[in-house]
């Protein structure tokens, strides 16, 4: 158990709807990370925030936004869902957000969406 | 920019020693991971290589080169539970997100 939480770990929904995706990083984690993983690529980057801020901003589309709450859970809503939305969407979190020496992401574990 | 490769797949048997390479490109560099995910699961944290040279953790070892951005995981004694995604992160160029390559397959078979 990495200590992430994320809710729901399963939902299937239509597309054109809105989704959001919760997370709870581990006790003391200030930096909240969102990854997408679908079968043809991987692992990918969506965003990042670190006490409450957006810190880093990778391959997220304008219909998907995120945020991070005082209590530092943070919410990934996804709108106008389309079929190729479907996938794995990981929350990570670790303590400080830029280059400490260590770096290591714990990973909940993930919440499966699929569009149909 | 940035770019990560590594092998799609790999195969091995039970008792075997098995390297998966992993080449990178990045503008800046703050360390190499390799994590691993069994299908369907959360990936784990395995390695971090920041300085040249060997890491030996039990079965698992992990190499880095600077110069020539190459970085390799090094797993001994395969079990069956090996099975599984290997993948290869670094910093992007703020240091402030992981970037993940596309990750290794690995099927051990008896």
């Known amino acids: 158990d990495s200590g992430v939480t994320q809710t729901p770990k399963h939902l299937i929904t239509a597309t054109g709807q809105r989704v959001t995706l919760r997370c709870s990083p581990r006790s003391g984690d200030l930096s909240v990370y969102w990854y997408q993983q679908s079968l043809d690529q991987g692992l990918q980057f969506l965003i990042q925030y670190y006490n409450g801020e957006e810190r880093a901003k990778g391959n997220i589309l304008e219909r998907f936004s995120a945020q991070q709450f005082p209590d530092l859970h943070s919410e990934l809503n996804l709108s106008s869902l389309e079929l190729g939305d479907s996938a794995l969407y990981f929350c990570?979190?670790?303590?400080?957000?830029?280059?400490?020496?260590?770096?290591?992401?714990?990973f909940g574990e993930g919440s499966r969406l699929t569009v149909l | 920019g940035q770019n990560i490769d590594q092998p799609t797949e790999m195969t091995a048997t039970e008792g075997a020693i098995v390297q998966i390479n992993c080449t990178y490109q990045t503008s800046g560099f703050n360390g190499l991971f390799w994590y691993q995910q069994h299908a369907g699961e959360a990936p784990t944290f395995l390695s971090y290589n920041v300085l040249d040279g060997l890491e030996e953790k039990g079965r698992f070892s992990s190499f880095l080169s600077r110069s020539k951005g190459y970085s390799y995981l090094l797993l001994k004694e395969l079990q069956m539970k090996d099975s599984a995604s290997y993948l290869c992160a670094a910093f992007n160029q703020a240091g402030t997100a992981l970037i993940f390559g596309k990750g290794t397959t690995l099927s051990v078979s008896s």
């Open positions: 990570a979190s670790s303590v400080k957000g830029t280059g400490v020496p260590t770096g290591e992401l714990f």
